[in-house]
């Protein structure tokens, strides 16, 4: 689904070290955070440095220093570039949600995100693992005193992969078909008034009412640049880009293959290929890491990770801006009662949870993960207290329970819903689970909002805006609540959208308009001789373009 930190997420046990057993070395890289501002011109561009605390044994290289700059100390998943890369090789890269098309105009899902963003297709600006707000397209921009008007300088002979040239025209005829058209995240650019192209190498973009978070739309969906002259192209099956990366197969059920762009208007791709594998079933997963079938699995379940074979094999806990979100259908009995919402929150038990999923990952009581503009620990609103989730349910008429049904797709497995089942019986709430396929769900849940109950991960940053939007798959309504977003969309400072967001995101919380089961930490494996792999956010894109593998040893 459709990722700055205010305080450092409350310790909880993703802080704490792993199990002894494990045979992998395992570094914690959430990191506690502080969040930098630049001003640019008046206009606030946010930044986060991080501190990275490692647990257990540290992966081989890594002596613990920080960096003076307050970044993530390197590792076998930090900046590559190593001397002696293997330009030939290929690296199999295991992954679990398969894209239903290509068309990252049009389809929903982190799962385009992750294959094509910054590999196939790029924008003006991109995103690092961290959320900096990185050059791309763009080599430099600047922001009016006002922060009304963004100059962005275009980088030089730049060529999509059929050869055309990118121009500033095709940045402007991009940006307007995303807004025009409604696009995935277009909505992000609704303060945009005007944008045009003064020449081949200027882009210019006027705002009605400032954005303090233009930059990173537009490090997103909305802001990738598509070849204007390839338009008749089919979205859905051909991706055009300007990256490092071509996309030349996709074996749908299997996987997808990117090779390298040997015409690459920047530095070079540092190996041939990339095949990413789609493997549903996590047991399945971890055998094809032992079998030497993956290079990488982006992520091992956490409570799989001692059974990774190879001790050379890296296991590395990144941060993640990932929300996994039982959803209620708020605007169908019975979850229209808050009182029934209510039970459900304090029937649940969230540090059992993290505890059977691994022990990485966290609580989270709102829909603002740590890290994302308007972050509060919520985690004390509802504590797990069961006698009071059946008063509230025999308040509500249901002295006898009820019964509800979970509709989740079918690659989250059933450790949730199985203790799910289990902790709502102990209230008087029979659960009855349906699993099915992801393109149902989006279809069923996503569109159609046909279900009471859903478990999903919505992985994306900065995605407050769901809740503040009626017609989401929540059915959330809260005047207030739309309110105080639609200062925040505008607010002239970060500092002030802060401040509106979590007031937003409390108002969520308070009305129960769903439960927040963890902020989940992904578990990266990453074999000897991969290097520049990333570990944080990997389940919202994979920037692959530091990428390499060891030359095997002359002999």
Request: aromatic share 6%.
């Given at each position: 689904?459709?990722?700055?930190?205010?305080?450092?997420?409350?310790?909880?046990?993703?802080?704490?070290?792993?199990?002894?057993?494990?045979?992998?070395?395992?570094?914690?890289?959430?990191?506690?955070?502080?969040?930098?501002?630049?001003?640019?011109?008046?206009?606030?561009?946010?930044?986060?440095?991080?501190?990275?605390?490692?647990?257990?044994?540290?992966?081989?290289?890594?002596?613990?220093?920080?960096?003076?700059?307050?970044?993530?100390?390197?590792?076998?998943?930090?900046?590559?570039?190593?001397?002696?890369?293997?330009?030939?090789?290929?690296?199999?890269?295991?992954?679990?949600?398969?894209?239903?098309?290509?068309?990252?105009?049009?389809?929903?899902?982190?799962?385009?995100?992750?294959?094509?963003?910054?590999?196939?297709?790029?924008?003006?600006?991109?995103?690092?693992?961290?959320?900096?707000?990185?050059?791309?397209?763009?080599?430099?921009?600047?922001?009016?005193?006002?922060?009304?008007?963004?100059?962005?300088?275009?980088?030089?002979?730049?060529?999509?992969?059929?050869?055309?040239?990118?121009?500033?025209?095709?940045?402007?005829?991009?940006?307007?078909?995303?807004?025009?058209?409604?696009?995935?995240?277009?909505?992000?650019?609704?303060?945009?008034?005007?944008?045009?192209?003064?020449?081949?190498?200027?882009?210019?973009?006027?705002?009605?009412?400032?954005?303090?978070?233009?930059?990173?739309?537009?490090s997103g969906r909305p802001g990738l640049v598509l070849d204007e002259e390839a338009s008749d192209a089919d979205l859905k099956t051909t991706a055009i880009g300007s990256g490092p990366f071509?996309?030349?197969?996709?074996k749908q059920g299997d996987s997808i293959t990117l090779t390298r762009n040997e015409d690459y208007w920047g530095d070079p791709a540092q190996v041939s290929s990339i095949v990413f594998r789609?493997?549903?079933?996590?047991?399945?997963?971890?055998?094809?890491?032992?079998?030497?079938?993956?290079?990488?699995?982006?992520?091992?379940?956490?409570?799989?990770?001692?059974?990774?074979?190879?001790?050379?094999?890296?296991?590395?806990?990144?941060?993640?801006?990932?929300?996994?979100?039982?959803?209620?259908?708020?605007?169908?009995?019975?979850?229209?009662?808050?009182?029934?919402?209510?039970?459900?929150?304090?029937?649940?038990?969230?540090?059992?949870?993290?505890?059977?999923?691994?022990?990485?990952?966290?609580?989270?009581?709102?829909?603002?993960?740590?890290?994302?503009?308007?972050?509060?620990?919520?985690?004390?609103?509802?504590?797990?207290?069961?006698?009071?989730?059946?008063?509230?349910?025999?308040?509500?008429?249901?002295?006898?329970?009820?019964?509800?049904?979970?509709?989740?797709?079918?690659?989250?497995?059933?450790?949730?819903?199985?203790?799910?089942?289990?902790?709502?019986?102990?209230?008087?709430?029979?659960?009855?689970?349906?699993?099915?396929?992801?393109?149902?769900?989006?279809?069923?849940?996503?569109?159609?909002?046909?279900?009471?109950?859903?478990?999903?991960?919505?992985?994306?940053?900065h995605d407050f805006g769901a809740w503040a939007n009626p017609d989401s798959y929540f059915a959330y309504d809260n005047p207030g609540v739309q309110g105080l977003d639609a200062k925040a969309?505008?607010?002239?400072?970060?500092?002030?959208?802060?401040?509106?967001?979590?007031?937003?995101?409390?108002?969520?919380?308070?009305?129960?308009?769903?439960?927040?089961?963890?902020?989940?930490?992904?578990?990266?494996?990453?074999?000897?001789?991969?290097?520049?792999?990333?570990?944080?956010?990997?389940?919202?894109?994979?920037?692959?373009?530091?990428?390499?593998?060891?030359?095997?040893?002359?002999?």
């Amino acid at each position: 689904m459709s990722s700055s930190d205010l305080p450092p997420t409350a310790p909880g046990p993703a802080d704490r070290a792993p199990d002894a057993g494990a045979d992998a070395p395992l570094v914690d890289r959430r990191s506690s955070r502080t969040r930098t501002r630049i001003l640019a011109g008046g206009g606030a561009i946010i930044l986060v440095a991080a501190a990275a605390i490692g647990v257990g044994r540290a992966v081989a290289g890594d002596g613990g220093d920080d960096g003076a700059d307050g970044q993530s100390a390197p590792s076998s998943s930090a900046a590559s570039g190593a001397a002696g890369a293997d330009p030939d090789a290929t690296v199999t890269v295991g992954l679990t949600l398969e894209p239903s098309n290509l068309d990252i105009r049009a389809t929903s899902g982190v799962a385009l995100d992750q294959v094509l963003i910054d590999n196939v297709y790029e924008g003006l600006v991109s995103r690092a693992a961290d959320g900096t707000i990185t050059p791309s397209l763009a080599s430099s921009w600047e922001v009016s005193a006002d922060a009304l008007t963004y100059t962005f300088t275009l980088e030089p002979d730049v060529t999509f992969s059929n050869g055309d040239a990118l121009t500033a025209e095709d940045v402007v005829w991009s940006i307007d078909q995303a807004i025009g058209t409604e696009a995935v995240d277009a909505a992000t650019l609704g303060q945009v008034a005007d944008i045009t192209a003064p020449d081949e190498q200027t882009v210019v973009l006027t705002l009605d009412t400032p954005n303090p978070d233009l930059l990173w739309a537009l490090s997103g969906r909305p802001g990738l640049v598509l070849d204007e002259e390839a338009s008749d192209a089919d979205l859905k099956t051909t991706a055009i880009g300007s990256g490092p990366f071509l996309l030349t197969e996709w074996k749908q059920g299997d996987s997808i293959t990117l090779t390298r762009n040997e015409d690459y208007w920047g530095d070079p791709a540092q190996v041939s290929s990339i095949v990413f594998r789609y493997i549903t079933d996590t047991n399945a997963a971890v055998n094809a890491l032992n079998a030497g079938d993956l290079d990488v699995l982006a992520p091992i379940s956490a409570d799989l990770r001692d059974q990774v074979a190879d001790a050379t094999t890296a296991l590395t806990v990144g941060a993640a801006s990932d929300k996994f979100v039982l959803a209620f259908n708020n605007g169908a009995d019975p979850l229209s009662d808050q009182r029934v919402r209510e039970a459900i929150r304090y029937a649940i038990d969230h540090e059992a949870l993290i505890k059977a999923r691994g022990g990485v990952e966290a609580p989270l009581g709102g829909p603002i993960a740590p890290g994302d503009p308007g972050y509060e620990d919520l985690t004390g609103l509802f504590p797990h207290d069961p006698a009071k989730a059946r008063e509230l349910l025999a308040e509500a008429g249901y002295q006898d329970g009820l019964t509800l049904t979970l509709t989740q797709p079918n690659i989250y497995g059933t450790t949730f819903s199985d203790l799910l089942t289990s902790q709502l019986a102990e209230a008087g709430i029979a659960l009855e689970v349906e699993s099915v396929d992801f393109t149902t769900w989006l279809t069923d849940v996503y569109t159609n909002k046909d279900y009471q109950l859903s478990l999903v991960d919505h992985a994306e940053s900065h995605d407050f805006g769901a809740w503040a939007n009626p017609d989401s798959y929540f059915a959330y309504d809260n005047p207030g609540v739309q309110g105080l977003d639609a200062k925040a969309v505008v607010a002239a400072s970060s500092e002030e959208q802060d401040q509106l967001l979590a007031q937003a995101a409390r108002l969520v919380s308070e009305d129960a308009a769903a439960d927040w089961l963890t902020n989940f930490r992904t578990v990266t494996a990453v074999r000897q001789g991969v290097e520049g792999f990333p570990t944080d956010n990997i389940n919202a894109r994979l920037d692959l373009t530091g990428l390499a593998v060891s030359a095997p040893a002359s002999e």
